[in-house]
């Protein structure tokens, strides 16, 4: 089975900057990878490169047998990369259920399966979408992603701004999801824990490129590395 997704020597940024050097990496289908690193080396950068929303001055980026770096950001989520963007990008004026229904497209996740995932959102499913929680928005995030029936799902920083019980209640619903589906996922976080948590393969992004691509068990358990590739702040805590 070809990977579910390849970058090739990936030179990209914004305009004439150059924000991703010679990156390259694949995802075997079905895994989950974890991507960390220090604020300002590219996290964020890499997921919308791959979404088409930087410019890429080289490189290959593949889905599956597909070469999808000519392809427009519609496009690329159409051939199968559902995004969950820091921002969320809930419509505040339409229903959950609506917000929901935006991207739908056939395939094994349902409307039911995404409100057994998440309760609340079945709770809120008639509530419009500025009625919500930043926990209910990222669930709802979430759910409208899986609805689009991805084959690759990319999430930026999950759990940013949540309470803790509610970062905790995400990252059961995640683990559910790595656990029980053959999408493949990768996550940048910048909770380290988390981020080592949930998937056996982590990256760690250094001013444009990768300076650890391994084990997450391997950083687990030689702290002192993990912090000098990440710094205090994405150390275990
Ligand atoms: N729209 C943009 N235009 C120009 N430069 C940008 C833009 N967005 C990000 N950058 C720059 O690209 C670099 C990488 O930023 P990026 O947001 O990808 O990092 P990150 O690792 O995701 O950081 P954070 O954890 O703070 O979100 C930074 O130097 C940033 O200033």
């Known amino acids: 089975m070809p990977d579910d997704l390849s970058l090739h020597k990936i030179r990209a940024g914004y305009g004439a900057t150059v ?9 075997a289908a079905g895994s989950k990878l974890s991507i960390i690193g220090r604020n300002g080396v590219g996290k964020t950068t890499l997921l919308a490169t791959i979404m088409g929303l930087t410019r890429l001055h080289a490189g290959r980026i593949g889905l599956g047998d597909l070469d999808v770096g000519a392809l427009r950001p519609n496009r690329r989520a159409k051939a199968g990369f559902g995004f969950v963007p ?37 709770e809120r499913r008639a509530n419009m979408g500025n009625q919500l929680s930043g926990g209910e928005q990222q669930m709802l995030a979430f759910g409208r992603a899986l609805l ?16 803790p019980v509610i970062v905790e209640q995400l990252f059961q619903a995640l683990l559910r ?28 992004m250094s001013r444009g490129r990768i300076a650890f691509d391994g084990d997450s068990g391997t950083l ?5 590395r993990l912090d000098a590739l990440c710094g205090i702040g994405g150390g275990l805590h």
């Open 220 to 224: 687990i358990d030689d702290p002192a």
């Open 19 to 27: 924000v991703l050097e010679d990156l390259s990496f694949d995802l």
């Open 148 to 163: 689009t029936n991805p084959r690759v799902l990319l999430l930026d920083e999950p759990f940013e701004g949540l309470a």
């Open 177 to 204: 999801l790595r656990d029980e589906d053959q999408l493949s996922i990768i996550m940048v976080e910048q909770h380290a824990k988390l981020a080592l948590a949930f998937a056996p393969r982590t990256m760690v």
């Open 86 to 122: 820091q921002q969320r990008e809930i419509f505040p004026s339409l229903t959950v259920e609506e917000n929901l229904l935006v991207g739908l497209r056939p395939g094994a996740w349902t409307l039911a399966r995404v409100y057994d995932l998440f309760p609340r959102l079945r």
